[in-house]
């Protein structure tokens, strides 16, 4: 990870990539959780527990520049699997493991770590570095995970984004009864002096959880006292949208026929506005405008593209 191909070198554009990718990963899921491992040397070190605070992963993360010899992959694949036997059986589990090195010094037998890993059904996925590991590459395979090689560091932030969504699981027995989870809804108090449960601080302003009464500073977070999930109710619709995504829109012409991809039978008249900003649609150089298949309304490529990407709800739908 030292090696200066990437400037100015692995480890500074990999630390880089990583912080993004963590506050990518708590904007499309608020109510998730995520931990980092590292690893130095023959020794693979929790740098940050299973959490919904982002500011404290890429803290930990900017503080971990420091290399040593020859990783152990096994090591830090076993706190891993320590560290995802406390996820609920609704919950998914998953390893990202981002490697760059070509050997792996491992203590024991690695192919008992992978099959303990099969039995807990945790998926492993690795983005290496320089070349391709056959190890890696049976590891991701039997795990159901991925296995890219990162050529650069533009490569391996389009590697990352990948991550950001969540995956698709198979239901299992245990699964289909978790149709419930208990979480609290916060109120935002401020004023009086009082202590935060988890910095250890008097502040002023804070979260009071609706069991316990305890005080936190940030949401989402798990409350300190009583273990309860603590989210807001836009935290909860943002993670909504990936079981209910917005229909694909239907691609017409303003005024001038029919177009590729998915398309409507008829144009849209020429002085047609879009419902979202209400400029006039046909602005574009492709002449296009986007249909919502449920309420009917059309939109120009723009608010198509900020209402798939960023907002998640149709607003002649709401």
């Known amino acids: ?32 959780q995520l931990g980092v491992i590292g690893i130095k040397g023959m020794t693979a070190e929790k740098l940050s527990e299973l959490s919904g605070n982002p500011k404290t992963h890429m803290e930990r993360i900017q503080a971990a520049l420091a290399v040593d010899k020859e990783p152990s992959l096994q090591n830090a694949l076993e706190i891993a699997k320590s560290s995802l036997k406390t996820v609920p059986a609704y919950g998914s589990r998953e390893v990202v493991v981002v490697y760059g090195n070509l050997v792996t010094a491992d203590p024991g037998d690695i192919f008992q770590t992978l099959a303990s890993l099969k039995r807990e059904n945790i998926r492993v996925s690795f983005i290496g570095i320089g070349a391709e590991m056959h190890l890696l590459r049976r590891i991701a395979d039997e795990t159901a995970g991925s296995y890219n090689v990162a050529v650069d560091t533009n490569h391996l932030k389009l590697l990352m984004t990948d991550f950001t969504f969540p995956c698709p699981t198979v239901a299992t027995a245990a699964s289909r009864f978790a149709t419930l989870v208990e979480m609290g809804f916060p109120q935002r108090r401020s004023g009086a002096l009082s202590l935060c ?17 305890s005080k936190s500073c940030d949401l989402p977070t798990m409350c300190q006292v009583c273990n309860l999930p603590l989210v ?83 607003p002649g739908c709401c």
């Open 232 to 314: 807001s109710s836009p935290h909860l619709a943002r993670s909504y949208h990936h079981l209910f995504p917005v229909p694909k829109f239907a691609q017409r012409a303003a005024g001038k026929g029919l177009k590729n991809g998915v398309t409507d039978a008829a144009p849209l008249p020429a002085a047609k506005k879009c419902f979202a900003c209400l400029l006039p649609l046909g602005m574009e150089a492709d002449g296009s405008a986007y249909k919502c298949p449920m309420c009917e309304n059309s939109f120009c490529n723009e608010c198509d593209m900020y209402i798939h990407d960023s907002l998640h709800n149709c």
């Open 1 to 32: 990870m030292t090696n200066k191909d990437w400037k100015p070198h692995r480890l500074a554009c990999v630390s880089e990539v990583l912080q993004q990718f963590v506050k990518d990963y708590f904007d499309q899921n608020p109510i998730s």
């Open 197 to 213: 449960t988890c910095h250890q601080a008097f502040t002023t302003v804070g979260y009071l959880c609706p069991r316990c009464k």
